[in-house]
Every structure is written in structure tokens, then in C-alpha cells.
């Protein structure tokens, strides 16, 4: 069974661009979780998806991101425009409905804003 | 409003010895779950072990073990035989808010001696 996917691995942009993060969640997983993860903290969540929901974004820097995720599968996260403090590791979690304590993870991307 | 307290930001242990990972929390919640995670320097998330706010026993998993001690709110990490593979960050997280809110803690990073 493949795991969650993200792409791109890496990235790196010059501030007040624009960038965008896709995720793939494990077949058959309704719940899908972006969370934010700087350097020498633990993840932050930034939205949690019930299918193409979004039913927590409460942690989300609406002014300059946005995400979502058509038909409840893929999902895709944006940053614009990009500043400086946002870099850090963006990581896609997925989990079986009502297991949110079982979260998959991808292996993020590590975004550097010069 | 739920925290994870991670007081332990680096541990050392010799190969083969027992070691406890502390994670203390404070929640308003009745029900909620407490869960580890481990990041190797690779980057993924890797899950580790869970415990229901209501289960009566701690929770295992093969060398892992969960000292759950609901009085005093901790939810410390065991690893007993500890491995040269098991040097890595834990991240002990909470699932409150009737289990849809995630929070994860600062981390602690493990390093095993041989």
C-alpha cells in the first residue's frame, strides 16, 4: 500500500512569491491534516479535512494561505505571498476516519524563503 | 484550550538500557488520547503507541510502553532495550476537543550510546 505522497521535497523561492504544496493521502483515508513544522518544534496543524471539508482551519494564516482538496482525495496547500518566516517543513498527514490519533505522514516539503 | 509539555529537549542512554521520555498535559476535555511519534533525522513521522483517556491499562508496543498517569496528567514514553536505531526526536501529541483537535509537544531528541 503506497503512504502518503507530497511534492515537491524541496523548494525554495524568493520572498512574495507565490508557492503551492501537493499531497496524495493513503487510499480510503478521509481525513487529511497539513500541519506546519519549524525547525526544532513539533507540527502545527494548519487545516484538517473530513473529505473535501475543511473542518478545522482555525490554525491557518487566511491573509496569505489557502488550501483545498477537490473530491475529498488530493489536496493542495498555498502560500501567497510568501515571507520569510514561512519557511519551515510542510507535512500532509492522512488517517481513517475516526482515528485521529493513527495519522500517516508524508515526507513533507522544506520550503526556504530567501 | 489543550497543552503538551515536552520538559526534556535532548537524552542520552546507553545501548540496551531503559529509557523514559516525560510528557505532561493539561486539557479541559473528560475524553481525549494521548500518542507518541518518532522523526528519525530523515524527516518522517512515524507513529509509536496511543492511550485512551479511559483505558485502565497502559498502553504497549513491543519495546514501547506508555506510563499513563492520569492524576498527575503525564503520559511518559518508555523504551526499554534501547536500539542505535531508535535515536531520533519523540513528539508526544493529545487528541482533545472530542477527538478532533491535535496538539503535539515541543519533542525530545534520543540519542542512543553504543
Known amino acids: 500500500e503506497a503512504g502518503v505522497v507530497q511534492s515537491p521535497r524541496y523548494k525554495i523561492i524568493e520572498k512574495k512569491q507565490p508557492v503551492a504544496f501537493w499531497c496524495n493521502p493513503i487510499?480510503?483515508?478521509?481525513?487529511l491534516y497539513w500541519y506546519r513544522q519549524n525547525l526544532g518544534q513539533g507540527p502545527e496543524l494548519l487545516i484538517r479535512?473530513?473529505?473535501?471539508?475543511?473542518?478545522?482551519d482555525s490554525q491557518l494564516p487566511k491573509d496569505r494561505f489557502s488550501a483545498e482538496r477537490l473530491k475529498g482525495v488530493d489536496s493542495t496547500l498555498k502560500i501567497q505571498p510568501a515571507e520569510l518566516g514561512d519557511s519551515a517543513v510542510y507535512l500532509c498527514?492522512?488517517?481513517?476516519?475516526?482515528?485521529?490519533?493513527?495519522?500517516?505522514f508524508g515526507p513533507g516539503t522544506r520550503l526556504t524563503v530567501t | 484550550a489543550q497543552k503538551i509539555t515536552q520538559t526534556q529537549p535532548g537524552m542520552f542512554v546507553q545501548e540496551k538500557e531503559a529509557v523514559t521520555l516525560d510528557c505532561t498535559y493539561d486539557?479541559?476535555?473528560?475524553?481525549?488520547?494521548l500518542f507518541w511519534y518518532k522523526q528519525p533525522s530523515s524527516g518522517e513521522m512515524i507513529f509509536l503507541i496511543y492511550?485512551?483517556?479511559?483505558?485502565?491499562q497502559n498502553a504497549t508496543e513491543g519495546r514501547y510502553s506508555l506510563n499513563f498517569q492520569k492524576a498527575r496528567k503525564s503520559a511518559n514514553l518508555v523504551i526499554s532495550a534501547s536500539q542505535l536505531g531508535d535515536s531520533a526526536m519523540y513528539f508526544c501529541?493529545?487528541?482533545?476537543?472530542?477527538?478532533?483537535?491535535?496538539?503535539f509537544g515541543t519533542g525530545t531528541k534520543l540519542q542512543v550510546i553504543p
Open positions: 486539557t479541559s476535555d473528560q475524553s481525549y488520547g
Open positions: 487510499s480510503g483515508h478521509n481525513t
Open positions: 501529541a493529545m487528541l482533545g476537543g472530542g477527538y478532533q483537535k491535535v496538539t
Open positions: 479535512y473530513e473529505n473535501e471539508e475543511a473542518v478545522d
Open positions: 498527514a492522512s488517517s481513517p476516519r475516526g482515528k485521529g490519533y493513527e495519522q500517516y
Open positions: 492511550q485512551g483517556s479511559y483505558d485502565e
